[in-house]
């Protein structure tokens, strides 16, 4: 089973400001067509989890350009560029490429 | 405009069943390998299982937990993917979320709640 850890837990962050999150995997999610089966996605309080980014660092429709992915077989990187209010929630990475799929424990975005 | 759309949960006694429809629209679903995952009140999101395309042979696999008493199907004519809950128990309370994590549009839908309690 891959394990995906992320770091932080608890990301308290003052709004404008930077903010980035990280997911690290026990295995390589390159697949050979390429691709990193890697998404991210941001669950608000009270609903379900939004996607953010898919395969690594492809921006999901809608999803404001202040978000972005980055990363490469075991190391991989959300940035928002300046925080707004609305973007608090539980941040999950998720790999897809091998059975079980797994999770990241979820890293809590929060105001300071 | 991808669209999944969840129902079937409920209010379940241990040991009762239960079938979850998600109905798809917005991308190929004939040719996607779909997914089932969960989330516990107040916990993570956990993978249940998945089934493959037809094309791919339309096999399944299973979350170690739920094998055995979980069973994913698909109705391609109707664009609809099933999941059988057998035998339930107190721990599957969560939220259902179907969706293809698989392919270019990896989204969940927004969730049927079942809840196991006597």
């Known amino acids: 089973e891959i394990v995906m850890t992320q770091s932080p837990l608890s990301l308290p962050v003052t709004p404008g400001e930077p903010a980035s999150i990280s997911c690290r995997s026990s295995q390589s999610l390159l697949n050979r067509n390429g691709y990193n089966y890697l998404h991210w996605y941001l669950q608000k309080p009270g609903q379900s989890p939004q996607l953010l980014i898919y395969f690594a660092s492809n921006r999901a429709s809608g999803v404001p350009d202040r978000f972005s992915g980055s990363g490469s077989g075991t190391d991989f990187t959300l940035r928002i560029s300046g925080l707004e209010v609305e973007d608090v929630g539980v941040y999950y990475c998720?790999?897809?490429?091998?059975?079980?799929?797994?999770f990241g424990g979820g890293t809590k975005v929060e105001i300071k | 405009e991808v669209q999944l759309v969840e129902s079937g949960g409920g209010l379940v006694k241990p040991g009762g069943s239960l079938r979850l429809s998600c109905a798809a629209s917005g991308f190929s679903f004939t040719n996607a390998w779909m997914s089932w995952v969960r989330q516990a009140p107040g916990k993570g999101l956990e993978w249940i299982g998945l089934?493959?395309?037809?094309?791919?042979?339309?096999?399944?696999d299973y979350a170690a937990p739920v094998k055995g008493r979980f069973a994913i199907s698909r109705d391609d004519s109707k664009n609809t993917l099933y999941l059988q809950i057998n035998g339930l128990k107190i721990e599957d309370t969560a939220v259902y979320y179907c969706g293809d994590p698989h392919g270019r549009s990896p989204y969940w839908g927004q969730g049927t709640l079942v809840t196991v309690s006597s």
């Open positions: 998720m790999q897809a490429l091998q059975s079980p799929l797994t």
């Open positions: 089934i493959k395309s037809r094309g791919d042979g339309g096999t399944t």
